[in-house]
């Protein structure tokens, strides 16, 4: 008798995928301003570093949609570990490699950019075709470790700084290296399910044809929004509302936001069979619009400091509960329902910081302005589920 394949070890790979995929999105933020004093960049091109990595990854997600499911799973997710370790380590020696430092960088940010990318399309199908009994509850478990992994970067790296010195930054990045040249392993030898039965799947077209992805597609984008228009201004916002260092910047802003936002989504992984999952997130997108108008509108700076720290709790199921109403509400739309999903998401994660930094600018750089209006995000997201809701209903 032939033993049963052990999806146990796929999980923890994809766990160690999403931890990956939040170095990739976190580590060189945190370098920004060395770049400019060791490479003499200005900030303007600066600027362009997220730009790039989000972009490529909007890019990756589109591409995978029609070559995934040719070139076939493992390959491309193994390739997803190598290109992003690749990349991380050459952030620490391509710039040195170039006439123009930038240009090492940039190369480097594309590389595990496209990993990331790949990740982020590849690893939710790969848990949804296990055969756990929970898969909302699995699917929510899997998001929190990006979290998780967020949360480590930022401390790992303000530790590092603080013992050895961030002029050993590149040290650090090779270190980081190493978590996915060990899933490169685990993603060659751990079992994976096909999602859907060959010549089952739905086509881009066929999926373009449905109105209620499009509404899928929708509360994607708005996912994404809630979750980075306050992630990727929760440094700036804590700094600027109580006058802090960067590094207690860091810890109470974004890495507190990260921690509630995992904790978020372990309690749902824990209790998702005793919840509805759509109510459950129209309460979420609630407590979202509550923490957005307690960030931009409170006097005092703690107050407003708590709505930037409990916004991590609000959001932290939209992006996974929506994956896993996707797959109940149209369950053979395969690899290319997962890739526009996750390029909707990254539109979202796009649109979203945009938003606010472009309102923030018209109120002459007030930025709890920009905050609030990034309070449509949450609102178009909870109408988005009541009319879902009906049609399910």
């Known amino acids: 008798m032939s033993a049963q394949p052990n999806y146990r070890k796929t999980l923890i790979a994809c766990y160690l995928g999403f931890i990956t995929q939040a170095i990739s999105a976190n580590f060189a933020p945190l370098l920004f301003l060395t770049f400019r004093s060791s490479y003499h960049i200005p900030l303007e091109q600066i600027a362009l570093i997220p730009t790039v990595f989000f972009f ?26 190598v290109l992003s370790a690749v990349g991380l380590m050459g952030l620490a020696l391509l710039p040195d490699l170039f006439l123009s430092p930038f240009t090492g960088i940039l190369l480097a940010v594309i590389l595990y950019a496209i990993g990331s990318g790949l990740i982020e399309v590849l690893c939710s199908p790969i848990v949804e075709a296990c055969p756990f009994e929970n ?137 998702s069979e005793k919840i509805d999952m759509t109510k459950f997130m129209i309460g979420c997108g609630a407590l979202c619009i509550v923490c957005y108008l307690l960030a931009a509108l409170s006097p005092v700076p703690l107050l407003g400091l708590a709505g930037c720290a409990l916004c991590g709790i609000s959001v932290g199921i939209m992006w996974p509960g929506t994956i896993s109403t996707s797959s109940q509400v149209c369950p053979r739309g395969g690899t290319a329902m997962f890739a526009l999903l996750a390029l909707a998401g990254d539109l979202g994660g796009t649109t979203g910081p945009l938003t606010v930094g472009l309102f923030s600018g018209l109120a002459g750089d007030n930025l709890k302005m920009g905050i609030l209006a990034a309070v449509i995000f949450p609102v178009v997201l909870i109408a988005g589920l009541v009319v879902l809701r009906r049609q399910k209903a």
């Open 135 to 271: 898969k909302e509850g699995t699917m929510s478990l899997l998001h929190s470790f990006y979290c998780w992994g967020s949360v480590l970067v930022i401390l790992g790296s303000t530790l590092f700084f603080a013992v050895a010195g961030i002029q050993h930054w590149r040290i650090l990045a090779c270190i980081w290296a190493i978590i996915p040249l060990i899933n490169i392993y685990n993603f060659s030898v751990c079992p994976i399910a096909p999602l859907v039965e060959d010549g089952q799947s739905m086509s881009i077209g066929q999926l373009f044809r449905l109105p209620v992805f499009w509404l899928l597609a929708l509360l994607m984008v708005c996912s994404g929004a809630s979750e980075l228009s306050m992630a990727q201004w929760a440094s700036a916002f804590t700094e600027s509302a109580l006058g802090v260092s960067k590094t207690i910047g860091d810890l109470a802003g974004p890495c507190l936001f990260a921690v509630l936002m995992g904790c978020s989504r372990v309690f749902y992984g824990k209790y």
């Open 56 to 81: 490529t990854q909007l890019l990756t997600d589109l591409a995978a949609a029609k070559f995934v499911d040719k070139i076939g799973y493992r390959i491309c997710i193994v390739a997803s570990e």
